[in-house]
């Protein structure tokens, strides 16, 4: 069984509608949980940064994290079919506990329709 | 500022060659990391470099190893390829001020393809 688990889709949606994507994982060591976003032939860019459970909130993207569930999600509001990449989630227990790696999950496809 | 740069960005190599991949992080980040990236897989940490030592090694075979230099660019390189070690190969850069978890800068990959 892998660490971090994420659905791969892929996930097609009209515009305008709310996604929300989702992994899990099994490491209670994480406390660092990223989302990074990947368009086709590119590396991927950071999206949003958490720190511990909690909220987070950036424009039309909200990260979300329950510690307590392993349970990491991502809403994207309003969404534009220049949304339309790969996202992926990524998860570490921080310098001090396993220098700088990060554990992916493999990636939600995502496409936003006209 | 200039993000992280790869080269050499395609590559086609037959089973048994090597491979040396190139990496130059931005500018001022001292730590830099690899990733393979494959369909079946996802991203999978290969190794990281601070401070031209090796910190961090993910759960891949010797033929893999990386090196990294006094101005932090780093270099991976692959012996005896194999057909399965056809992937996209990340380098990613951070600061390393020493706070957390550093974010991660991720270049553009090498799109390594071995017949």
């Known amino acids: 069984q892998k660490e971090v688990e994420q659905d791969p889709g892929p996930l097609s949606v009209p515009e305008g509608a709310i996604v929300s994507l989702n992994c899990t994982y099994s490491?209670?060591?994480?406390?660092?949980f990223m989302w990074y976003r990947q368009y086709s032939r590119k590396g991927p860019e950071l999206l949003m940064y958490?720190?511990?459970?909690g909220n987070k909130e950036d424009g039309r993207f909200t990260a979300q994290v329950d510690k307590s569930s392993k349970y990491i999600s991502l809403f994207i509001r309003d969404s534009q079919p220049s949304d339309s990449a790969t996202y992926l989630c990524?998860?570490?227990?921080?310098?001090?506990?396993?220098?700088?790696?990060?554990?992916f999950g493999t990636g939600t496809q995502l496409k936003v329709e006209l | 500022k200039a993000g992280v740069t790869q080269t050499p960005r395609y590559l086609i190599k037959t089973r048994g060659q090597q491979v040396t991949l190139s990496c130059s992080p931005i500018?001022?980040?001292?730590?830099v990391s690899w990733y393979q990236q494959t369909p079946g897989q996802g991203l999978q940490f290969l190794f990281e470099?601070?401070?031209?030592?090796?910190?961090n090694k993910g759960n891949f075979p010797g033929r893999f190893s990386g090196r990294q230099f006094s101005n932090s660019r780093s270099e991976m390189n692959v012996s005896t390829l194999e057909l399965g070690d056809s992937a996209l190969y990340l380098c990613?850069?951070?600061?390393?001020?020493?706070?957390?978890?550093?974010?991660?800068?991720f270049g553009p990959g090498t799109r390594l393809l071995v017949l």
């Open positions: 990613a850069s951070s600061s390393m001020a020493g706070r957390g978890q550093e974010t991660q800068y």
């Open positions: 490491n209670s060591a994480f406390q660092y």
């Open positions: 958490t720190y511990s459970s």
């Open positions: 990524a998860m570490s227990a921080g310098v001090t506990g396993g220098g700088n790696k990060l554990t």
């Open positions: 500018s001022g980040h001292r730590s």
């Open positions: 470099y601070f401070s031209e030592t090796q910190r």
